[in-house]
């Protein structure tokens, strides 16, 4: 049985940091590519970052210069460190797991992201 489980959420003041965690089990990490989505009371969820197993990484353009995804494999853990953070990042943050080669999908119960102005 495949389990994503994020932590690292909370209540965190415009221009503060965090770091969020994702703990897989029940895959092979490495065969996956690992990554964020988020998403905001009232919006569609939306792609964060993203991480191959080879470490190539793509964000979206509201948090390029200000997060930064990483991974280890060795832990089967992905991390999204946020920096500068503003009230719009605001949401629900959730954990994907994609098959590099099947294309099958994980999603963690996600974990709330506050940014108070």
């Known amino acids: 049985q495949v389990q994503l489980v994020e932590s690292g959420g909370g209540l965190v003041q415009a221009g503060g940091s965090l770091r969020l965690s994702c703990a897989a089990s029940?895959?092979?990490?490495?065969?996956?590519?690992m990554a964020w989505y988020r998403q905001a009371p009232g919006k569609q969820r939306e792609l964060v970052a993203a991480i191959t197993n080879g470490g190539s990484t793509n964000y979206a353009d509201s948090v390029k210069g200000r997060c930064t995804i990483s991974r280890d494999n060795t832990k089967n853990t992905v991390y999204l460190r946020m920096n500068s953070l503003k009230p719009e990042d605001t949401a629900v943050y959730y954990c994907?797991?994609?098959?590099?080669?099947?294309?099958?999908?994980?999603w963690g119960e996600g974990t709330l992201v506050t940014i108070s102005s």
């Open positions: 994907n797991a994609e098959g590099q080669y099947s294309h099958t999908q994980y």
């Open positions: 029940g895959l092979i990490f490495s065969r996956n590519v």
